[in-house]
């Protein structure tokens, strides 16, 4: 970015609303790159914010109603802060009315906004632009009511997640809205998805980070995602019960679901399962290999991972499974696998950081021999976490 971009918002805002904006809330996207499906269910995950990111400028509003425009939608959306309603499954205007609603029913006075976004996030690419966007516009409302120093990130976090559940209707984990809101500049984040402590990590230099669009977009993908968290959360359930005391999936041991799994759950529970379990165990020795520098060791993992997300999880599909086996027969890459909630969307490859240019012409060249699809690898940096940035 993000120069660009900033002056994209500030000019659509000058347009539109006919003045200067006051500020600047700017918001990056994410990648995880392992421990996917997991954060719903307790475990750890392992995200990094990305140098793309979601620009929200604003100011406080003339009237009662707030008022948002964006460079992608044509359509200006205009709505009371205090008590939003959602505008249905996949519009972008949850995303940004969902955290002041929020704020709102958490007793926070929160006063009209004039706000206009634009964004240097592919959307629908695995990158995470909802959460950015949400974070950003929760940041625009909390610092024109004049409170955003008495929220912390992680409180921000919480309320852009219960946003999600609430505005759009995905009752997703904390992972994306957790690491939009606290990332530091140059690091990953390994998360504990149940006490939502943070340890961050250093990438080794000698790798890059690519995210590859499938340009498959996710279909139906909200209804699918709900069902798998169902599946994870009555399995826990089941389990609970053999086990005689209340468990996260995520802290399930190996030994016993092979002990409990096959008669306490129904097959696609164990399914479920068994992914969870497995991949909390990855990411913990993921986080080992890269401390290590093993980034051989790194790469199986991220191949077993996309294994256990397609077979056992099922949010694989052709295309993703096709590119990140075009992905791992290429020199100099350690490993690829899909990266968020699947059904379509991005893979993430990791790969010599001295081979990012033939690396990403051969796997275009390879996708497209594939499937005809074109595709063009993003390279991606660890970038600090959300801020206001003043203009006047
Ligand atoms: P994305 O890729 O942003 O849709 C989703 C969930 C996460 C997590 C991952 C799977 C949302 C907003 N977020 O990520 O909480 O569960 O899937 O690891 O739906």
Not at 168 to 191: N, W
Not at 351 to 370: H, M
């Amino acid at each position: 970015m993000t120069g660009d971009i900033r002056s994209l918002a500030t000019g659509l805002f000058r347009e539109r609303f006919g003045r200067a904006p006051r500020a600047l809330a700017v918001a990056p996207g994410r990648v995880n790159l392992i421990g996917e499906h997991t954060d719903y269910s307790g475990g750890h995950v392992l995200p990094m914010a990305v140098d793309r990111h979601v620009v929200v400028a604003f100011d406080a509003a003339g009237g009662q109603a707030s008022r948002f425009c964006s460079a992608d939608f044509p359509e200006m959306a205009e709505f009371d802060q205090r008590a939003p309603s959602s505008c249905g499954a996949g519009h972008w205007t949850n995303y940004v009315m969902g955290p002041a609603g929020v704020f709102s029913s958490q007793g926070r006075d929160i006063p009209a906004i004039d706000a206009a976004v634009a964004a240097d996030l592919p959307k629908g690419a695995g990158l995470s632009s909802s959460a950015a966007l949400e974070v950003a516009s929760g940041l625009a409302f909390l610092s024109t009511a004049g409170c955003a120093g008495e929220v912390s990130p992680r409180s921000l976090a919480l309320a852009c997640q219960e946003a999600e559940h609430r505005y759009a209707g995905v009752k997703c984990g904390i992972m994306d809205q957790l690491s939009v809101a606290c990332a530091e500049d140059g690091k990953a984040m390994y998360i504990d998805c149940h006490n939502l402590f943070v340890k961050t990590v250093e990438l080794p230099a000698a790798m890059a980070v690519l995210v590859v669009d499938s340009g498959v977009p996710r279909k139906l993908a909200e209804a699918a995602y709900n069902q798998r968290r169902e599946d994870c959360e009555s399995a826990a359930r089941k389990l609970s019960k053999e086990l005689g005391r209340r468990v996260r999936l995520a802290e399930v041991t190996h030994d016993e679901l092979n002990e409990f799994g096959r008669s306490a759950l129904d097959k696609t529970e164990l399914r479920r399962a068994r992914h969870v379990v497995g991949e909390e165990l990855r990411s913990s020795r993921a986080v080992d290999c890269l401390r290590r520098g093993d980034l051989e060791a790194f790469g199986e993992l991220a191949r077993e991972s996309h294994r256990s997300l397609a077979e056992d999880f099922e949010v694989s599909c052709p295309e993703l499974d096709k590119l990140v086996a075009a992905a791992c027969r290429i020199e100099g890459v350690f490993g690829a696998r899909l990266t968020g909630a699947g059904f379509g969307g991005a893979a993430v490859v990791f790969c010599r950081a001295d081979g990012v240019g033939p690396i990403s012409a051969e796997l275009t060249a390879a996708y497209r021999a594939r499937t005809g699809i074109e595709t063009r690898p993003v390279l991606v940096r660890p970038s600090a976490g959300a801020r206001v940035e003043q203009l006047r």
